[in-house]
């Protein structure tokens, strides 16, 4: 096999692997929604066993330039900003508008954001992309408020709020210049140190009261297969395959999500959800294309690099 081939098969390899890893965030999440453990149990078994593990990284690496309340702001908004309210989203919304929201917000908040705090312009195909999530997004918040239970808008406002946290986060670290492995090992590192004391001494805990094996699969697939998997797995597919086809082929997870909810948990969504779903996927494609238009070459020159 060829050094081509075997990057391409590689990074094909990685994408798939984060498609699978992170439509088992979503399913992991709703079902626990329906078990012992708390939002912040699912927070502290997230980041502590990883905190343990990049700490001797970051004790002999250090925070790479950046200061000690740039590293907690990192932290705070990648940490229990995201993983909190990802986990209490399900415990109000179905497994589909997680996906979708999460998936779909992320890019929505980042592109004006990377504007604001980073005087990124927004390119031709990220315009077209956040107004189709908007759209989308949109029309799951309809569904929302249309549907029987009770409380979906909270649960899809949680979603969002998590969203936005961790654009803040991804915004912050692409300026301050944080690379993924050190921004990986803060994050793990200072939420664990901050937040899991707070958790055991003050906020609801079911982690005495839970059955040991589904203490023990949270923590194995939230503590290590999420978080490793999301830190190494994510750049590892961007090095091999490019950041477009990465981004493609994790696209369809919010799809992968919605089946997979409704031939399992038998989560039945009406047509308005399933055109959420749908334009929240085109749109993140639509984030993918690259659009050839006339310019100076001094307008060339100076604009600015964008994802």
């Not at 009770?150 to 915004?171: E, Q, T, Y």
């Not at 919010?254 to 308005?272: F, K, Q, R, S, Y």
Request: net charge neutral; proline share 5%; hydrophobic share 55%.
């Amino acid at each position: 096999m060829s050094p081509e081939a075997r990057e391409q098969a590689i990074g094909w390899g990685w994408i798939t692997a984060m498609v699978v890893i992170w439509t088992g965030f979503h399913m992991s999440g709703r079902i626990g929604a329906d078990l012992t453990l708390t939002p912040f149990d699912l927070t502290t078994l997230r980041f502590a066993v990883a905190g343990l593990l990049f700490l001797p990284w970051l004790l002999r690496h250090g925070l790479g330039g950046i200061s000690f309340a740039q590293a907690l702001l990192l932290a705070m908004t990648a940490g229990p900003g995201f993983a909190f309210f990802a986990f209490a989203g399900y415990q109000f919304a179905p497994a589909a508008h997680g996906g979708a929201i999460l998936s779909g917000a992320l890019p929505l908040c980042t592109a004006p954001l990377a504007w604001w705090l980073a005087g990124e312009r927004m390119s031709t195909a990220r315009i077209l992309s956040v107004t189709m999530i908007f759209a989308g997004v949109l029309f799951l918040v309809f569904d929302a408020t249309s549907r029987p239970e009770p409380n979906v808008w909270i649960g899809d406002l949680s979603f969002f709020i998590g969203a936005a946290s961790w654009s803040v986060f991804a915004v912050l670290a692409r300026k301050w210049g944080v690379t993924p492995i050190r921004s990986a090992a803060i994050v793990a590192t200072f939420s664990a140190a901050t937040f899991t004391p707070v958790h055991l001494l003050f906020l609801p805990s079911n982690l005495l009261a839970a059955p040991w094996q589904e203490v023990a699969a949270q923590w194995v697939f939230q503590g290590i297969i999420v978080f490793f998997g999301s830190t190494f797995g994510y750049p590892r597919a961007v090095a091999a395959l490019g950041a477009t086809a990465t981004a493609t082929g994790v696209a369809i997870v919010p799809a992968a999500v919605t089946v997979i909810a409704w031939v399992v948990l038998g989560e039945t969504l009406d047509a308005l959800a399933i055109g959420g779903v749908v334009l929240v996927v085109t749109g993140i494609l639509a984030g993918t294309l690259r659009f050839r238009t006339r310019r100076t070459a001094r307008a060339d020159d100076d604009a600015p690099a964008t994802n």
